[in-house]
């Protein structure tokens, strides 16, 4: 394996570890703040996150302008050039999160009325709202460091960074919590980390590159029309991507009304978080791509970013699919909708799983700046959606299921539109694409087939409508014999000669550690 392969894999795996950590915390951090505070202030804090989504949309064109062009400075040892670039991009984000907080707080009444926040909470809702937001511009404004040490290719260095911020962050709401800040605890903790991250990508940043200022003087009308090209452009794609996302919902809640825009929603949430610890390749893959220039080098990591995607994808997403009632059942209980919310999830996780696999393809084209090349996907989505529910209506009118296979279908055939698009585009056809990427990415099906076919010719499922405690141990069952057969047929029919040794060589460091494997 090449240095910059086992570097790939090497910043792939830690921002693998990062994500998962952080999704564990965010998972467990709303019970320890539930037991302190009420419902109703829980809800505030969670208004000021809503606040802030729409905020982080507004910035997103910024961070790959920072990446691929930190990327491409560092390369031809460019300090000067890497300056003008933080200097710019913080004077402009500056500008505009002023710009963005002046506007949120003249229009927070009318926020604080459309969100319906009761008279009793308003007050507190609203010193959430600034604060939060305020935290979060003043980070996005001076994220700019971070970003860098992404882009320049130190991705562990900004990962660590992010797990030590958000890992305090965890520490310190719980210390207060416990101390009786209230939600305020919240806000207090929030502040803390970034105040860390930041003044910490600062210092790392200054350290690997001697040299690196921010200076008023070094604005430049250069790095300005980058920003507002090629980051508008990103920030565009991103915008028609974030409504692609929630248009199952807003679907759901045109034709069948907000009840079943709910039931999208419950159906989604399990998928695309499995989804999001993927994404951490694709993050990795676009300053790679930037450094790697174009040819050869662009084709490899390709190939080695979406095959790496498809591995990872294929172990959680068809157990999702298949067993998604029992899952649904463990999660929510004996909810009326379970088996619809059950039915919805089994068909976006067939959609959602395809789609991750293009995300590799849109960082390289990114990475080498052509941002454009999304809205081929954008164009895919949405047409394939219009003329399959179109297709749909006129057969039967809409309900549940079938709006769902229509979200679905059309959500397949797209991404697989576009990742034939990629495949072509960067290796010259569409060879390899079988074997290489859809192979590795669906062959965790057949496994999962089999599992659900053992599980019910064994009657091994509880009742119906069964308390959650008697699934646990026919999903874990259920799992083992999964990963079992998947991790046969994997081994058997996928992995290449080369990743069985890596496989073989990260097994017997786990077996060591193990106190029985000593004797």
């Known amino acids: 394996m090449s240095s910059q392969s086992s570097q790939f894999s090497s910043d792939v795996s830690f921002s693998l570890f990062a994500k998962t950590l952080y999704l564990l915390t965010r998972v467990a951090l709303p019970p320890l703040v539930l037991a302190h505070v009420s419902l109703a202030d829980y809800g505030t804090w969670s208004i000021a996150f809503i606040v802030i989504s729409y905020l982080g949309l507004t910035a997103s064109g910024f961070a790959s302008v920072y990446i691929r062009r930190g990327a491409l400075a ?15 991009g913080i004077i402009c984000l500056g500008a505009l999160s002023l710009v963005l907080f002046t506007a949120l ?10 969100l319906d926040v009761a008279m009793a909470q308003r007050a507190t809702a609203s010193t959430l709202v600034l604060g939060a937001c305020a935290i979060f511009l003043a980070d996005i404004t001076l994220g700019a460091y971070a970003y860098l040490l992404h882009g320049i290719g130190r991705i562990r260095t900004e990962q660590k ?39 910490a990508a600062i210092y790392c940043a200054r350290r690997l590159l001697p040299g690196l200022r921010f200076s008023l003087s070094l604005f430049d009308r250069v790095m300005l029309r980058e920003f507002l090209g090629f980051g508008s452009l990103v920030q565009i794609s991103m915008l028609c991507a974030n409504a692609l996302q929630s248009a199952e919902r807003v679907l759901a809640g045109f034709f069948l009304g907000a ?7 419950l159906g989604n949430k399990l998928p695309s978080t499995a989804n999001s610890i993927p994404a951490a390749v694709s993050t990795v893959t676009l300053p790679a791509a930037a450094r790697s220039g ?23 997403m068809p157990f999702l699919a ?10 929510l209980g004996r909810h009326p909708e379970v088996g619809n919310i059950a039915l919805i999830m089994t068909l976006l996780t067939l959609s959602c799983h395809v789609h991750s696999l ?3 393809g849109s960082s390289i084209f990114r990475g080498i700046g052509q941002a454009g090349n999304e809205f081929i996907y954008h164009g895919l989505r949405a047409g394939l959606l219009a003329l399959v529910i179109a297709a749909f209506l006129l057969v039967q009118d809409m309900a549940l299921l079938l709006l769902a296979q229509a979200i679905a279908l059309a959500g397949c055939l797209a991404a697989l539109a576009y990742l034939l698009w990629n495949h072509h585009q960067l290796t010259g056809g569409v060879r390899g694409l079988g074997s290489a990427v859809l192979l590795p990415a669906l062959a965790g099906y057949p496994a999962a087939i089999v599992t659900a076919v053992l599980m019910s010719q064994a009657d091994l499922w509880p009742a119906a409508s069964p308390l959650r405690p008697a699934l646990i141990l026919p999903l874990a069952l259920a799992f083992t014999v999964y990963l079992l057969l998947a991790g046969l047929s994997y081994w058997r029919f996928v992995l290449s000669g080369e990743e069985q040794q890596r496989g073989r060589h990260i097994l017997s460091i786990l077996m060591a550690r193990l106190p029985f494997a000593q004797h």
């Open 74 to 88: 560092q390369q031809a040892g460019d300090i000067d050039q890497l300056s003008r670039l933080i200097s710019t």
């Open 105 to 114: 707080a003249s229009s927070l009444p009318w926020l604080m009325e459309s």
């Open 161 to 199: 960074i992010w797990v030590m911020a958000y890992l305090f962050e965890m520490a310190v709401a719980v210390a207060l919590l416990q101390t009786g800040w209230g939600i305020q605890a919240l806000l207090v903790a929030f502040a803390l980390r970034y105040v860390l991250s930041i003044s």
């Open 259 to 265: 009840p079943a825009a709910a039931l999208f929603d």
């Open 294 to 316: 174009a040819g050869a080098e662009v084709t490899a990591l390709y190939y080695r970013a979406t095959r790496m995607t498809a591995l990872l994808t294929a172990l959680p």
């Open 322 to 331: 298949l067993f998604a009632l029992p899952i649904c059942q463990l999660w």
């Open 358 to 360: 293009t995300g590799p």
